[in-house]
């Protein structure tokens, strides 16, 4: 199965808002609401960030949202801090291949 | 407290076998659908596989398909990861994680995360 499509790297500077996008198919995506988004730290586990498209775990910052159009879904960070700076990774089932696949993620680098 | 427990990584030579485990506690395992994510050196994650809370819908990735098992024992409070005709690609950190919603169909919306275990498939 092909990942979903992230940008390699994104910036902003403190205070400002940012979004990554990620780019499916029919198959994955665009189907199902079953799309979540992950926050890593270097040489730490993934954290949950946002799930069911849309929605933020207990004790997520309501500065990370989620939404969806079409096949592309997209994380946004408003009012950057500097302990956003990590790299993110969106994942969405597919019924392609019956599984999950996770987007190539994104660095975000706060300036 | 929650928590995962990955172990059972290691070296092992191209065309070996490994089996990992995920010692899971502080909350009802039998509940929640589990998955294995791995991660190459320096590179992005990698879902690997995953099983409901029965233990009776696995699900794998197409590039271990075959080659990897998932399984789960609920009265140990386990999951493993049976792993053979391993290849150099397969050299990685693997994660185990946990489902968000209890008494659900496999979402693969994955709350808490084991440290993970390093395995390395190498001559």
């Known amino acids: 199965q092909s990942a979903l499509t992230q940008p390699a790297s994104v910036s902003g500077s403190p205070g400002q808002s940012i979004t990554i996008s990620c780019t499916g198919t029919s198959s994955d995506i665009g189907a199902y609401n079953y799309v979540s988004w992950y926050q890593q730290h270097p040489g730490k586990a993934p954290k949950l960030m946002i799930y069911d498209v849309d929605k933020r775990p207990s004790g997520v910052s309501n500065r990370f949202s989620g939404s969806k159009s079409g096949n592309t879904a997209s994380l946004t960070i408003s009012g950057l801090q500097a302990e956003d700076e990590a790299d993110y990774y969106c994942?969405?089932?597919?019924?392609?291949?019956?599984?999950?696949?996770f987007g190539g993620g994104t660095k975000l680098t706060v300036l | 407290e929650v928590q995962l427990l990955e172990s059972g990584g290691g070296l092992v030579q191209p065309g070996g076998s490994l089996r990992l485990s995920c010692a899971a506690s502080g909350f009802t395992f039998s509940s929640y659908a589990m998955s294995w994510v791995r991660q190459a050196p320096g590179k992005g994650l990698e879902w690997v596989s995953g099983?409901?809370?029965?233990?009776?819908?696995?699900y794998y990735a197409d590039s271990v398909k075959g080659r990897f098992t998932i399984s789960r024992d609920n009265s140990k409070n386990t999951l493993y990861l049976q792993m053979n005709s391993l290849r150099a690609e397969d050299t990685a950190v693997y994660y185990c994680?946990?489902?968000?919603?209890?008494?659900?169909?496999?979402?693969?919306?994955?709350?808490?995360w084991g440290k993970g275990t390093t395995v390395t498939v190498s001559s």
């Open positions: 994680a946990k489902d968000l919603d209890a008494l659900s169909v496999t979402k693969v919306f994955m709350d808490v």
């Open positions: 994942i969405s089932y597919t019924s392609s291949s019956n599984s999950w696949v």
């Open positions: 099983i409901s809370n029965t233990g009776g819908s696995p």
